[in-house]
């Protein structure tokens, strides 16, 4: 059973424009959520994330929403550029203990973004 | 970046062998993880550790089995590696940055013939 989705296995988005990348999950016990970015050969890196209190967070050109009542959340990326072209996986996590928490991944969206 | 080091990087490797793949951190975090990742399953827990001597199951640990006895290490062991194992490895470390960022390393390729 897949407590994380992301439904889209590919996206492609003009450079300069806005990329949106969408993810759902089931488990009302997430309390915090994350986005990682991967690139080939390399592993995850931490990108974004958000707590359940909140229901948007902002960095620079990345932006998380969260819609609890929907439990869905979506990474906006503002202007999009050439290294944004990556995999992009969600993360939720269930935990309030501090540091030990287990995430629980989607399956992940290829962002491809053409100069 | 979070000092995340994962030996060997690269395997080729035949059924029923044993296989042990190493994580080292110099974060002196106390939380570590091991993760496969496999097309259209996204990244998946395998075991994680709490301290050391201290480890527990995810959610694919079946067939594998992890020890750490320092802080910096953490091994995963594949007892008798099956084709089905043939995937990328990532190794992951949490517990000082305040939320629940992990860091990962740079994976290994295991290929099981």
């Known amino acids: 059973d897949q407590q994380v989705k992301q439904n889209s296995p590919s996206l492609s988005v003009q450079e300069g424009r806005i990329s949106i990348l969408n993810c759902d999950y089931t488990?009302?016990?997430?309390?915090?959520f994350l986005w990682y970015k991967k690139y080939p050969a390399e592993g995850p890196t931490f990108l974004i994330s958000?707590?359940?209190?909140?229901d948007k967070n902002e960095d620079g050109r990345f932006t998380v929403f969260l819609n609890k009542s929907a439990k869905h959340l979506s990474l906006h990326i503002v202007p999009s550029q050439p290294g944004d072209s990556a995999v992009y996986f969600c993360?939720?996590?269930?935990?309030?203990?501090?540091?030990?928490?287990?995430?629980?991944f989607g399956t992940g969206t290829r962002l491809t973004i053409i100069p | 970046d979070a000092g995340i080091t994962q030996s060997p990087r690269h395997k080729v490797t035949e059924t029923g062998t044993p296989v042990t793949l190493r994580c080292h951190q110099t974060?002196?975090?106390?939380?570590m993880y091991w993760y496969r990742q496999d097309p259209g399953h996204g990244l998946r827990l395998i075991h994680y550790?709490?301290?050391?001597?201290?480890?527990d199951k995810g959610e694919v640990s079946d067939g594998y089995s992890v020890s750490r006895s320092k802080t910096e290490d953490f091994l995963l062991t594949l007892e008798s590696a099956t084709s089905s194992q043939t995937s990328v490895y990532f190794c992951?470390?949490?517990?000082?940055?305040?939320?629940?960022?992990?860091?990962f390393g740079p994976g290994t390729r295991l290929t099981v013939t």
């Open positions: 958000i707590s359940s209190i909140k």
């Open positions: 992951a470390i949490s517990g000082s940055s305040g939320g629940y960022e992990q860091y």
């Open positions: 488990n009302s016990m997430f309390d915090y």
């Open positions: 993360a939720a996590s269930a935990g309030s203990n501090f540091g030990n928490e287990k995430l629980t």
């Open positions: 550790s709490y301290g050391v001597k201290d480890t």
């Open positions: 974060e002196n975090h106390r939380y």
